[in-house]
T-cell receptor
């Protein structure tokens, strides 16, 4: 399977703290994307990082990509209760094939 | 602009029954795909399409058929439902090299 693996599987933090989750994958990629899923809903795109990029920011989100280690990390700074959700990385192999990891369940305690 | 629309939202089938899950998008995306989501398994790619008339298999294609006669529609057919197909199904679409847009999912139970 091309599927990535997120680590940790579950994360519980206090509001205001930073949350870091990691993604490892198996093969060369075109780009890597992070998605959020609130309970019972579809996935929402957060950020896309291309294979020739090393770091990307969007608001309170920071994503890094290390293609030599086949890994990525998502940092959410100053977390809020509303950030409680599951977070998934997805590797895009060709621009048209997306494979998802197993997800990290984040709980932010008010 | 409706985005990606999936119907039905919920469905209960008996083993051996067939049904079609509908997916439509109004963004003129060339790429469409179907995923299933099971607890602890993340999303697994079933089938995908890079344009009308073109489909290909993903990670878990067995038991499912697809077709893509138009850019807008990408139905997923279960020919003979099995309890192992109990899952939440998501349809997604995108432009090439761009983020996926997801529908709200279909929760399928096979008894």
């Amino acid at each position: 399977s091309q599927q990535g693996e997120e680590d940790p599987q579950a994360l519980s933090i206090q509001e205001g703290e930073n949350a870091t989750m990691n993604c490892s994958y198996k093969t060369s990629i075109n780009n890597l994307q992070w998605y959020r899923q609130n309970s019972g809903r579809g996935l929402v795109h957060l950020i896309l990082i291309r294979s020739n990029e090393r770091e990307k920011h969007s608001g309170r989100l920071r994503v890094t990509l290390d293609t030599s280690k086949k890994s990525s990390s998502l940092l959410i700074t100053a977390s809020r209760a509303a950030d409680t959700a599951s977070y998934f990385c997805a590797t895009d192999l060709t621009g048209n094939q997306f494979y998802f990891g197993t997800g990290t369940s984040l709980t932010v305690i008010p | 602009n409706a985005g990606v629309t999936q119907t039905p939202k919920f469905q209960v089938l008996k083993t051996g029954q067939s049904m079609t899950l509908q997916c439509a998008q109004d963004m003129n995306h060339e790429y469409m795909s179907w995923y299933r989501q099971d607890p602890g398994m993340g999303l697994r790619l079933i089938h995908y399409s890079v344009g009308a008339g073109i489909t290909d298999q993903g990670e878990v294609p067995n038991g499912y058929n697809v077709s893509r006669s138009t850019t807008e529609d990408f139905p997923l057919r279960l020919l003979s439902a099995a309890p192992s197909q109990t899952s939440v199904y998501f349809c997604a679409s995108s432009y090439h090299n761009s983020p996926l847009h997801f529908g709200n999912g279909t929760r399928l139970t096979v008894t």
